[in-house]
């Protein structure tokens, strides 16, 4: 069994090169094609979007320790969205709320396609 640390830090590590993807296509449309002025998304947003993922992969780490050995364990993968309820009290032209729904979507496809080749490895 991997502890903790070594779980979350290795979700994490494999899930920051696909947000400072995110991030740089989300600026350079936002900004009309200036890649210039989209290439500071990444810098910008990376840091809050890191704190997020560490937070999204704490709660997966302990719902699946809790779920390990029930038919409900399927529901790590998406335990995550629990983040998006504080979108409700954030207003969505804040920096926030754009940043939370990137990360959220960006570790939401992540997981649902590590399981699907989890899966496939296993047949």
């Not at 560490?54 to 699946?64: A, G, H, N, S, T």
């Amino acid at each position: 069994m991997q502890s903790f640390l070594e779980t979350v830090v290795r979700k994490v590590i494999i899930a920051v090169p696909f947000l400072v993807i995110v991030f740089f296509i989300f600026g350079t449309i936002r900004e009309h094609g200036d890649t210039n002025a989209g290439g500071m998304y990444p810098i910008v947003f990376t840091l809050p979007g890191l704190g997020y993922t560490l937070l999204c992969y704490v709660l997966f780490y302990f719902v699946d320790e809790a779920t390990k050995r029930s038919r409900w364990n399927l529901i790590k993968y998406v335990v995550h969205l629990l983040l998006l309820i504080e979108s409700f009290w954030l207003t969505p032209n804040s920096s926030d709320y754009t940043i939370l729904l990137l990360t959220v979507g960006t570790i939401l496809v992540i997981n649902i396609s590590t399981a699907l080749l989890v899966e496939v490895n296993r047949t």
